[in-house]
């Protein structure tokens, strides 16, 4: 299975941005979709967005859209969430995450493989 790992994390002041990066291993990084989760202290894991293997098929929480942007570099095996507008809400641990569903998927049992995880931080 592919192996993950997210960059990119870290503190950031509300109203500001990150971008997030998620590494994988393999040469088969293209034909997985990929995704993004999050999970809060006390708090369920919370889907994100996600993003099919072309990376022409993108779909996004409730809480976050208009404000984060996935996308995919094939080419680089990396998957990126630009975060912009950030609120103290959006204070989480992020979770890339790959499936073998080729599509975009938010139902987190479709994901195989997950990264460590990268904290993120929003002051207010």
């Known amino acids: 299975q592919v192996q993950l790992v997210e960059s990119g994390g870290g503190l950031v002041q509300a109203g500001g941005s990150l971008r997030l990066s998620c590494a994988a291993s393999?040469?088969?990084?293209?034909?997985?979709?990929m995704g993004w989760f999050r999970q809060a202290p006390g708090k369920e894991r919370e889907f994100v967005a996600a993003i099919g293997g072309s990376g022409g098929n993108t779909r996004y929480g409730d809480s976050v859209k208009g404000r984060f942007t996935i996308s995919r570099d094939n080419a680089k095996n990396t998957m990126y969430l630009q975060m912009n507008s950030l609120k103290p809400e959006d204070t989480a641990v992020y979770y890339c995450?790959?499936?073998?569903?080729?599509?975009?998927?938010?139902?987190?049992?479709?994901?195989?493989?997950w990264g460590q995880g990268t904290q993120v931080t929003v002051s207010s």
């Open positions: 393999g040469r088969t990084f293209s034909t997985y979709g």
């Open positions: 995450a790959a499936s073998t569903y080729y599509g975009s998927s938010s139902d987190p049992h479709d994901f195989v493989s």
